[in-house]
């Protein structure tokens, strides 16, 4: 492609075109407009969702502010998640060190919000001066006799997947810290779902309905005390590639916990996660709910998906997420209303996830990993897409140039997930893609 | 004075945002121009989508993208490789490199790597580099804006002959008050450097092929002659003499600086307009004159809406001086007046702004955050908040209007079509604000009025 630079090329392929091996997973390209955001940005993400701990930004004021309930990440108690906490720091401290501002700043937040736990955030500057969080942190929470957990969090380190590394390595340390009796052998944890307008809740349901136990949200709708009794769950499900998968791994060696990888995106991958659910447990009877559960749900969607699908048939569909996972169960969900998926890429994809793409597109799909707006808009036009699926920063690519579009992550404010979330899907994409405002577009004109 | 604030050693709910994304919208107001920012990917990740939520509008922002190697043995390779893969591929005019706090720390002499990068790549020619120094950890997004601003002047002008033009420095202004601030201009005769200008950069129409560069924006070569101007203006009475672009016109090339608030109000905007009529010789266009008169007469209609209401004015110092003085003309008692940022004048501003007019001196407290704004407004009893989306979770606890002014707005559409400046945004925010009350009123009635 000749839009893209030089070094981009081997980081876009086509489904088909042979060999694929994707150039992907490193620091994104100086002066390349990457999509992406930094390590700060993954752990915030993941850690974000947990209502009844305090999440502390240890820099000067910018990453906190850009952080501020920045996703829906509903809670059903507690929302000191939704308040942004920093402790802005000034020139002198970072000449002198921030140490001292982060113990005071620790303790005043501590004292006038009582959380459950606190998270302290790394940015870049710290991990330049050297503040030792680590010391700061063990003597807060000796002092207080809650966990305060340093987040190694420094942007500068890595990508998005390092953030969500980070991420993982703290909630660790939650892990174990509480009582696991009562609970059931039928029993999970949900990972990677972040509750963003309530699909665990859904989730949580279904899990429930076929007999099983949920003892932890990680992390959406999360409370401290939960994940401090993770390790009493017979089995992680784990969604979203990236973000989890690393707490999981952690959880199958310090407890032996096995892991799911699962998807709750798309009628199809949502049927078969519940049923890789209910084939862990080998519970015949459990089975038997899963399938009713299945068909109930099913039947009270298809009426009006199939509506859907009548309208959007033979559509173009291009996606673009952060992780590459959800991107899969994309590829599916549009495939279930009829459409075909033409482009498709994620800002943190494994040369594995890229592979598996490659597998489920059709001939010619564009496939691109951390990819820019150059490339992007560049993407749209070639392939003449109808509907452009991404987040905030996507959405203006599309707009401007008269294509309808999906918000899949922080802003979307319906459900997604689930067999009631597939038809918010399609809603979502047909309330766009049938707007009658693309026939005043410049692409539409003559 | 009521009682002093505690002194919190933390921050939530920040009211200003960080430096390096004001210098990027003043970047993106020149034409042709890329902002680019030296630090790790986040950075400029997090603000534009910070900026997209607001204008929903593409705002490419480059960046170096620094990995860990690169904090420890120097980002310069980064900056000159992700320099170049702009000017490639994006073919900027000018490229405004702004710092962050990483690149600032670790002690990157960026105007030594620009001499180089320029040495090794551009004998051949490229795009202008401007470069502004801002890092997060001193001064906020307004001082980025205004650095970014001083940095344009400061490294493009180059003396020329007097041209009769004037020089605007308007400060951040929402586009459509660009817009607005320029139509005035020319309605007054005159021909005037507005810098900078994103009223079109950042609201720009559909199109059939994505802008990496939009249309619009101040002019390079209006930039390079602002030295030959006849006048400078320049809005904001908290702008420090070391961020001035016009201080640096007058100091250099000796083009007097006419210092103004925002226009915001009837005042402020009578003494923008005898400024114009100064420097055109000529009287206030009839267009404005009616514009004022129907200003005036609607003030007069819904005045008793809104006299007495007790308001809570945040945001950027110099637009909330603005809209304070503008409260005050209308009755409003401003209750408190708070900034995230501290020029250190702002109290003195919002004393002269309220002057002869309000009936209390409102508290007015800089460095301020959400936190504290909402303690003193559950003390003081607000009837309303004006300000910036931000709030809105502060005004929804109490219960209490938010109309929203400024930038960001991220929770409703327009927020770049919102006209503050001038006769005709006085005319916006003054119905926003009668109506508001009257609504308030309205929804609480056990009657539902049907008339005023």
């Known amino acids: ?446 | 004075m009521g009682k002093i604030l505690p002194n919190y050693v933390s921050t939530t709910n920040a009211c200003k945002l960080c430096k390096p994304l004001g210098a990027s919208l003043a970047f993106r107001g020149v034409e042709g121009a890329v902002p680019f920012l030296h630090g790790s990917q986040g950075c400029a990740t997090y603000m534009r989508r910070y900026i997209i939520s607001h204008f929903n509008e593409p705002i490419d922002i480059a960046s170096s993208s620094l990995g860990e190697k690169n904090a420890v043995y120097g980002g310069g390779a980064n900056l000159k490789l992700g320099l170049k893969n702009v000017t490639q591929k994006y073919h900027p005019a000018l490229i405004g490199i702004a710092t962050t706090c990483l690149t600032e720390t670790i002690g990157d002499d960026v105007k030594m790597l620009l001499f180089q990068y320029r040495q090794e790549f551009m004998q051949d020619g490229g795009p202008l580099l401007v470069q502004v120094s801002t890092p997060s950890y001193s001064g906020t997004h307004m001082e980025g804006f205004h650095a970014a601003v001083r940095a344009l002047v400061e490294q493009l002008t180059v003396a020329t002959e007097a041209n009769g033009t004037v020089n605007i420095l308007p400060g951040f202004l929402s586009a459509a008050d660009l817009r607005s601030l320029k139509e005035m201009v020319v309605d007054c005769g005159l021909t005037a450097t507005v810098l900078p200008d994103f009223s079109e950069t950042l609201d720009g129409p559909a199109l059939r092929d994505y802008p990496l560069i939009p249309e619009g924006g101040t002019k390079i070569s209006d930039i390079r002659a602002m030295s030959g101007a006849q006048a400078t203006v320049e809005f904001g009475y908290t702008l420090p003499d070391q961020l001035s672009g016009g201080s640096y016109l007058k100091k250099t090339y000796g083009v007097p600086l006419q210092r103004l608030g925002m226009p915001v109000g009837i005042r402020e905007t009578d003494r923008l307009f005898e400024t114009l009529a100064e420097f055109s010789g000529r009287p206030m266009p009839g267009k404005y004159a009616l514009a004022r008169g129907r200003l005036v007469d609607s003030l007069v209609d819904g005045h008793k809406y809104v006299f007495g209401k007790r308001a809570v004015v945040y945001g950027e110092e110099d637009l909330v001086i603005g809209l304070t003085s503008f409260l005050a003309e209308i009755g409003v008692q401003p209750v408190l007046c708070a900034s995230g940022g501290t020029s250190g004048g702002f109290v003195k501003a919002i004393g002269k702004a309220v002057e002869g007019f309000a009936v209390e001196m409102p508290r007015v407290h800089e460095g301020m955050d959400f936190h504290e704004i909402g303690e003193l407004a559950a003390e003081l009893k607000p009837d309303f908040f004006l300000g910036h989306s931000k709030g809105y979770a502060l005004a929804r606890g109490i219960g209490l209007p938010l109309i929203r002014v400024g930038f960001p707005i991220h929770d409703r559409v327009g927020g770049q079509r919102l006209l503050h400046i001038g006769y005709h945004g006085a005319q916006q925010l003054f119905d926003l604000i009668a109506n508001a009350m009257i609504m308030a009123k309205q929804d609480s009635s056990e009657v539902g009025y049907s008339y005023m």
């Open chain 1, 1 to 446: 492609m000749e839009t893209a630079l030089q070094e981009r090329q081997d980081s876009i392929h086509r489904t088909g075109e042979a060999p694929f091996v994707m150039d992907c997973n490193k620091d994104s390209l100086a002066g390349a407009v990457s999509q992406r955001a930094c390590v700060f940005c993954g752990s915030r993400v993941v850690l974000y969702p947990i209502a009844d701990a305090l999440h502390l930004v240890h820099g000067p004021i910018g990453c906190a502010v850009y952080t501020w309930d920045i996703r829906g990440a509903l809670s059903s108690g507690p929302e000191l998640h939704r308040l942004s906490f920093s402790t802005d720091m000034q020139e002198i401290d970072v000449i002198f060190g921030g140490e001292k501002k982060l113990y005071h700043a620790l303790i005043e937040l501590i004292d006038r919000h009582a959380p459950k736990a606190a998270f302290v955030y790394s940015t870049c500057i710290v991990g330049i001066i050297g503040d030792d969080m680590q010391a700061v942190c063990r003597r807060v929470s000796e002092e207080k006799g809650i966990p305060v957990l340093p987040v190694q969090s420094e942007g500068f380190k890595g990508n998005k997947r390092e953030g969500y590394k980070a991420a993982c390595n703290a909630m660790r340390q939650l892990v174990g810290m509480g009582d696991t009796s009562g609970i059931s052998r039928y029993s999970l944890n949900i990972l990677g779902d972040f509750n963003l307008a309530g699909e665990i809740w859904l989730i949580r349901e279904y899990f429930t309905k076929m007999g099983v136990e949920v003892v932890a949200n990680i992390t959406g709708d999360g409370r401290v005390g939960d994940i401090q009794r993770a390790h009493g769950a017979a089995l992680n499900v784990v969604q979203c590639s990236g973000s989890t998968m690393d707490l999981a791994r952690m959880m199958e060696e310090d407890y032996s916990i096995p892991s799911l990888r699962v998807s709750y995106f798309g009628v199809e991958d949502m049927a078969e996660s519940l049923y890789a659910v209910a084939a862990f447990f080998k519970d015949e009877e459990m089975m038997r709910r899963t399938r009713e559960l299945v068909k109930e749900e099913l039947s009270l969607i298809m009426p009006e998906l199939m509506r859907y699908r009548q309208a959007l048939a033979g559509k173009r569909a291009a996606i673009y997420v952060g992780g590459a996972f959800k991107a899969f169960s994309l590829v599916k969900a549009f495939r279930t209303i009829g459409m075909q998926v033409v482009m498709v890429g994620s800002q943190t994809g494994t040369p594995e996830d890229y592979a598996e793409l490659a597998e489920i597109t059709d001939p010619g799909t564009i496939i691109v990993d951390d990819s820019n707006p150059l490339e992007l808009s560049a993407f749209l036009k070639e392939k003449e897409v109808d509907i452009f699926v991404g987040g905030v920063k996507e959405r203006p690519i599309a707009y401007k140039l008269g294509v309808a579009f999906c918000d899949h992550n922080h802003e979307r404010k319906e459900m997604l997930a689930g067999f009631a979330g597939m038809l918010n899907f399609a809603r979502e994409v047909y309330g766009s893609v049938m707007s009658p405002v693309w026939r005043f577009v410049p692409r539409r004109e003559n």
